[in-house]
C-alpha cells in the first residue's frame, strides 16, 4: 500500500535530533514561553523574510488572533465584512465568525484553486475591511494583484499560509505578503510539529506586541492584563522539535517538487486534469511548496476505487464546501458552481517528502490505468 502521507517515516528521518531536543527540554525544567520558542521564532521570521513571528497553540488560533488583535487596534469591528476564498478548508472562515465578523465567499480561480482577484474586487462592499486569500495546496494565492487591489481599497490582507511554508512568487515567501499570516504546524503540513502548533508573522510592531499579551491572557506584562486575552501558546517541548524540523523544510519541499515534475510529466489520461500548467508556472516565477498535489476527475469516485485497488491510497481536500456545511445553514442556498465543481471532482495522489519516486512511478501507471466509465 502506498499511504498518502506516511508521517512515521517524515519523522523517523530526523528521530535521533528530536529526541535530543526533548531531552534538552525535559532537563531544562522549563516547559512554556522559553529559550526554545524565542530560537524557533527567530528562525522562522528569519526563514519568512518577516520583522516578526509570534508561536500560538495552532493554525486557526493563528489566523483568529491577528482578526482578534485588529479588533483591539480599532482596524475591525464585529460586522465587518473580510473576503474568503469558498473552496478554503473551513478553518480559515470559523477564524473569521468566531470573532463576529462576516466571511464573504469569492470563488476561486479553476485552474489555480485560489480566490480570484477579479471575483474579490466584485464582492468589495462598503463594509469590506480584510482579505483572507489562503495559499491552497501549497500555491501561492495571486499575491501581487491581491496587494494591489487591497491597495486600492485600503483592505488589510491576512493570508493563510497553513499549507505554504516556504511558497514563493519572485522570491518574496508565504508569510512575508499581507499585514499578517497565519501558520499551521499541524503533523501533516509541510513544516509539521508533534503535535498542535501555529505561528503568527508579520511586519508590523504594534499587532505584534498585541499578539504577544492577546496569546497569554491579553498580559503585556506579569498579572498585568491589557486585554481579554486567551491562551494559546506554542509550548517548548514542540518549538524544540520545530526547530529541528525547520532545518530540513527546504530540501522537503525540493522532494515534493520532484515528486510533483514526475506526476505532471508522467500522468497522461484524457479523464485526469493535472493541477499545473507548466508554461503559467514559469512565466510567474512561483515556489509551488506541494503540500498536495490534486488532480480533477469527473468520474472521482471510479477513479478514487481504481487507485485503491491497486494500493495507492488517495484524500479527498475537500469532499463538502463550506457554504453546503450544517455549521453554515445560512449559506445552504448559495449557488458557488466553481467551488461546487472542485469539490466534486477533486483527488489528492499520495504526495510527501519520503515518497519513493518508485512509488510515485506506480502512482502514475495507476492513473494511467484508469479508464472512466463517463467518456
Ligand atoms: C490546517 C489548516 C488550518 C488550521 O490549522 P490547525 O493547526 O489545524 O488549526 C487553517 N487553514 C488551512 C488552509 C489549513 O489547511
Redesign the pocket.
Known sequence: MISFLNLKEVNSGCRDELIAACTRVIDSGWYIGGAELKTFEDSFAEYCGTKHCIGVA????A?ALVIRAWKELGYLQAGDEILVPSN??I??ILAISENGLVPVLVEPDQSTFNICPVNAEAAITSKTKAILP?H?YGRLADMPAIMALTDRYNLLVLE?S??SHGASIDGKRSGNWGHAS?F???PG?NLGALG?A?AITTNDDLLASTLRALRNYGSHKKYENLYRGVNSRLDELQAACLSVKLKYLDEQTEHRRQIAELYTQGINNPSIQLPVDLAFHAATNEGHVWHVYTVLCDDREALQKHLADLGVQTLIHYPIPPHHQAAYVEWAGLSLPVSEKIHSQILSLPMGPTLSTADAETVIQACNSFQSGKL
Open positions: 495552532n493554525g486557526l488560533d489566523l478554503t478548508y478553518a480559515s489562503v491552497l493563510d497553513a499549507q497565519g499551521s504546524f499541524y503540513k498542535d501555529g
